[in-house]
């Protein structure tokens, strides 16, 4: 099974407005991290946003916020008053904290923020 | 804080030369350092992950005499691609950690050639 699912390989919104990209992940390790990465077209991959899995509150960075549903093992992405420079690709990962040191990564959704 | 450099950040070599591509964490002691490969509008793809002083864990498929790995100090990893071929040719990041429940730090990237 996929560790980390991103469903919207490409999603548009209009500038100002918000938008949400989609993160469901499957583990059965009860420690574990979520994070969400952009990679621009220059390739740079920047680190957004991070929610542990005992985190009783939704991680907020500025314009970028983390819905996080444990529950549904969902950790959605969403940026709100979108700007031109939003438009990149953007990757949610997971760690598992006592199974393992690597990141698992979805695939990706390719955002394009519309003037 | 937490920059990580990469160098080169583009290579072009000819079939059958090895290019060795070095991964520094420029502020801060990274106790895990990871080599990752990206094709086209595709993900992530992790090829090792490497700890200070002890050998590097490669991915399945990912051949270890093929890319070469050294993590001589908490501050940098050598990634060696030997006897490199067209199929070789690819985007490589690599990334560190200094923490278990910490994002990973990304390099910008070398974008790998192979004529």
Known sequence: AQKITQTQPGMFVQEKEAVTLDCTYDTSDPSYGLFWYKQPSSGEMIFLIYQGSYDQQNATEGRYSLNFQKARKSANLVISASQLGDSAMYFCAMREFNTGNQFYFGTGTSLTVIP | ?115
Request: aromatic letters at 10%; hydrophobic letters at 35%; glycine letters at 6%.
């Open chain 2, 1 to 115: 804080g937490a920059v990580v450099s990469q160098h080169p950040s583009w290579v072009i070599c000819k079939s059958g030369t090895s290019v060795k591509i070095e991964c520094r964490s420029l502020d801060f002691q990274a106790t895990t350092m990871f080599w990752y490969r990206q094709f086209p509008k595709q993900s992530l793809m992790l090829m090792a992950t490497s700890n200070e002083g002890s050998k590097a864990t490669y991915e399945q498929g990912v051949e270890k005499d093929k890319f070469l790995i050294n993590h001589a100090s908490l501050t940098l990893s050598t990634l060696t691609v030997t006897s490199a071929h067209p199929e070789d040719s690819s985007f490589y990041i690599c990334s560190a950690s200094r923490s278990l429940q910490e994002t990973q730090y990304f390099g910008p990237g070398t974008r790998l050639l192979v004529l």
